[in-house]
């Protein structure tokens, strides 16, 4: 599975196969992103993202680790959780993974529908 990973100004594509990853290539963001395209920042991204159903998300932002479909949303809105619990469940390659609150908190918004399909770095939810 190819992933590319853009930090501090440079976007690092890396193939990862049974269980080990090798670096392809290092580019600059300029070059290596086209200008009409949006930059797929790492899992966990600052706060005040903008979901895919148009609201605004506050607080701290977890996204989708791996491409997949939303099969099942475990938390609501304004729900109080805590660390470790699952929020989003995703299933690709016919797993279910559990994507859980990085810590305790109170859910400030859901980003995604069950049934939805994800990406990596798509907003799921965020805490405040």
């Known amino acids: 599975m190819k992933y590319d990973v853009t ?4 976007v690092y ?3 990862v196969e049974r269980g080990e ?10 070059k290596a992103v086209p ?9 966990v991204t600052p706060p005040v993202n ?25 938390a609501k809105t304004g729900e109080q959780v805590k660390k470790g619990q699952a929020v989003v469940i995703i299933e690709a390659m016919k797993m279910e993974n559990e994507i ?20 990596t770095g798509t907003p799921l939810f965020s805490l405040e």
């Not at 990853?21 to 300029?30: E, I, K, P, R």
């Not at 200008?35 to 899992?43: D, E, G, T, Y």
């Open 7 to 10: 930090l501090k100004g440079k």
């Open 13 to 15: 594509e890396v193939v």
């Open 21 to 30: 990853a090798m670096l392809v290539s290092v580019n600059d963001v300029q």
């Open 35 to 43: 200008a009409a395209a949006p930059v797929v920042a790492a899992p």
């Open 50 to 74: 903008v979901a895919a159903s148009g609201a605004a998300l506050s607080g701290e932002t977890v996204s989708s680790p791996l491409p997949g479909v939303v099969v099942s949303v475990a």
């Open 100 to 119: 859980v609150a990085p810590r305790d908190g109170k859910v400030a918004a859901i980003a995604v529908d069950k049934g939805a399909k994800v990406d």
